[in-house]
């Protein structure tokens, strides 16, 4: 593995982790807090750095394409995402949540075919079936360990395809910063929304402003560690170090709230990650 490729594996494993401890997080303040009022103050606080970060680099902090249909459509999908995927952290076990969060990959394959007319191969077709059993695997519809709750991870998963879709036709003249206060202003759109539906806001205490303050600058460095490593090294060897994320938030759950992961919650994580390696890596082979 030549230096770029390793530094983006490490670039990407380091934003899996921080996206895990995001998540632990956000579940820790969401049980005092109400969870609207956590995702205002979080997608604030990162408006705040990338729009820092976003003037330090000559960037404007508006740009045109905000208002194109791509990026209409990104912050539909955004607000879903952000908005169901958290209800799901807080309410159902952090490692089924984010089990279920790694069969994003198959939904966009998926999606690329009917959206952007991509060509894809019966082996792949077969990975993202398989993938999907994996997920079904997970939620075990109809049998005794089926969680309801788990159905907020599978709406929130689909938001998130939805958004990477949009966001390859976002205009290539976005900036990182630009495209990062969009993404956090979802966030607090999000946030907006169940804080009006739950009501209920508090004052947060030192503790639960020293925690969300952590959650958004661990959140700012998974965002821009993530970019940093798509952009480094080989793409095939950097992007199947994104299921690191899995095997950090299982740790964590285990670790932090005593989870215990099932057997065949296990079992069918690792068929939707094996699903996952494979399609991408057969993606780099038909490239």
Not at 85 to 91: C, G
Not at 242 to 268: C, H, K, N
């Amino acid at each position: 593995m030549d230096k770029d490729t390793l530094r983006g594996s490490l670039l990407m494993a380091l934003a899996m982790a921080a996206f895990a401890i995001e998540d632990m997080i956000i579940k820790s303040v969401a049980g005092a807090m109400p969870t609207g009022q956590v995702l205002i103050v979080f997608g604030l606080g990162g408006m705040a750095i990338f729009a820092v970060v976003a003037r330090a680099q000559g960037s404007s902090l508006w740009h045109p394409g905000f208002c194109t249909r791509p990026l209409l459509w990104r912050c539909v999908a955004e607000v879903a995402g952000r908005l169901f995927f958290t209800l799901a952290i807080v309410l159902a076990p952090l490692s089924l949540a984010s089990a279920i969060l790694q069969a994003t990959p198959l939904v966009v394959t998926a999606g690329a075919v009917v959206f952007f007319g991509e060509k894809v191969g019966w082996r792949r077709w077969l990975a993202i079936c398989v993938g999907f059993v994996g997920v079904l695997m997970i939620l075990r519809p109809g049998m005794s360990g089926f969680e309801a709750t788990s159905l907020l991870a599978v709406a929130g998963m689909l938001g998130f395809a939805g958004r990477d879709l949009a966001t390859r036709a976002a205009p290539k003249t976005m900036s990182n910063a630009q495209l990062g206060i969009f993404g956090f202003a979802m966030l607090v759109i999000a946030g907006v929304i169940l804080l009006a539906w739950t009501g209920g806001a508090v004052w947060p205490t030192g503790q639960q402003s020293g925690a969300l303050a952590v959650a958004i600058a661990v959140g700012v460095l998974a965002y821009m560690a993530l970019t940093g490593a798509m952009r480094t090294g080989e793409i095939s060897v950097v992007a199947p170090f994104r299921y690191s994320r899995l095997v950090f938030a299982m740790a964590l759950g285990v670790l932090v709230f005593g989870e215990q992961p099932d057997l065949m919650t296990i079992l069918g994580s690792v068929v939707v990650v094996a699903s996952g390696i494979f399609t991408l890596l057969r993606s780099q082979k038909t490239a």
